[in-house]
């Protein structure tokens, strides 16, 4: 009912950015709680950041400072802006949503993931 299609991922060398997006299509009436969670290779699927509808925000201990999330709901779309990008930020990244996808119905909806690789 909703489809997330992620881009932005690729190959980046220690100290640099990359910047994720997450867009949203389907049938839907609202999108609420936008946010990222990323897997690393060999360990368990990890929470990155969220996004409120009104535009609140909270990151992982691990991205402060260096991750941005922010989001355009004239267009449903999510975004996560990665600076100072570190070996350890490698790891399958995956965009997330709470959609009402019917009157009054919400229901968690994921992408299909995007890799990220930092490495020199």
């Known amino acids: 009912q909703v489809e997330l299609v992620e881009s932005g991922g690729g190959l980046v060398q220690p100290g640099g950015s990359l910047n994720l997006s997450c867009a949203a299509s389907?049938?839907?009436?609202?999108?609420?709680?936008m946010g990222w969670y990323r897997q690393p290779p060999g360990k368990a699927r990890e929470l990155v950041t969220t996004?409120?509808?009104?535009?609140?925000?909270n990151y992982a201990d691990s991205v402060k400072g260096r991750f941005t999330i922010s989001r355009d709901n004239a267009k449903n779309t999510a975004y996560l802006q990665m600076d100072s990008l570190k070996p350890e930020d490698t790891a399958t990244y995956y965009c997330n949503l709470d959609a009402e996808y019917a009157l009054k119905t919400y229901k968690t909806f994921w992408g299909q993931g995007t890799q990220v690789t930092v490495s020199s």
């Open positions: 389907g049938s839907f009436f609202s999108i609420q709680t």
């Open positions: 996004i409120s509808k009104s535009g609140r925000t």
